[in-house]
């Protein structure tokens, strides 16, 4: 059963002051450890004159792959962190490096554990995660007589219509969230006697973002 995800949609970057060392988050999306990789070169170059760039990601929908580093902090208290607060949001297809501007004050461990953790999660409020749910994308074929019994179903369910053809027939391509396929496909049969054609195209992942419908590949 495929279930939903959470992925970096936009990154962002957020930053704070622990005793005068500044904490940097930057945040991108990644679907690779290449372009994860590439990223955090990118943020070496632009930081190059910073003691630390510290990073974390989280690859798959399930989060089949993951890395972290602490980049010459002390074992365990920045990367670690950093990827735990990942895994806390349940947020995959992300790399985020925290570059670290050392203020003269040592902080222990237990102050770099939580001034890693707190960077990450100010980035993330300036970033844009979206759920992804599991979805497929449905082919309604019917005569003009049903096309309004259809329409109100669709519409009775907030199912939305990606595309529409009107020829001597009308066909529908509608987006209908896995749980709800089996019910909405007898509904569809019932309120047109049978008479509908129904043919399941392909499985996808969507969300919905300021009204807009997004896809992602299975």
Request: one cysteine or more; proline letters at 3%.
């Amino acid at each position: 059963m495929r279930k939903a995800y959470r992925i970096l949609y936009e990154g962002g970057t957020g930053e704070i002051t622990e005793k005068k060392s500044r904490f940097i988050a930057n945040f991108k999306p990644v679907q690779s450890e290449d372009e994860a990789q590439a990223f955090i070169e990118e943020m070496r170059k632009k930081y190059w004159d910073a003691r630390h760039n510290c990073y974390a990601w989280i690859i798959g929908k399930k989060g089949e792959e993951k890395r972290c580093s602490d980049d010459g902090e002390p074992s365990q208290t920045a990367g670690k962190p950093m990827l735990d607060v990942l895994e806390g949001e349940q947020v995959v297809n992300v790399c985020v490096v925290v570059t670290r501007y050392f203020g003269g004050t040592l902080l222990g461990t237990g102050g770099l554990v939580r001034a890693y953790s707190k960077a990450v999660k100010e980035g993330l409020t300036a970033c844009t995660v979206l759920t992804v749910e599991p979805a497929k994308k449905i082919a309604v074929a019917t005569d003009y007589n049903g096309i309004g019994k259809i329409q109100y179903l669709l519409g009775q369910q907030e199912i939305t219509t990606l595309d529409s053809q009107y020829t001597d027939k009308v066909e529908l391509i509608i987006l209908v969230p896995d749980e709800r396929t089996g019910k909405l496909k007898a509904e569809i049969t019932e309120a047109t006697s049978g008479k509908a054609e129904i043919l399941e195209l392909e499985e996808v992942y969507y969300s919905i973002l300021d009204k807009e419908v997004l896809l992602f590949p299975e």
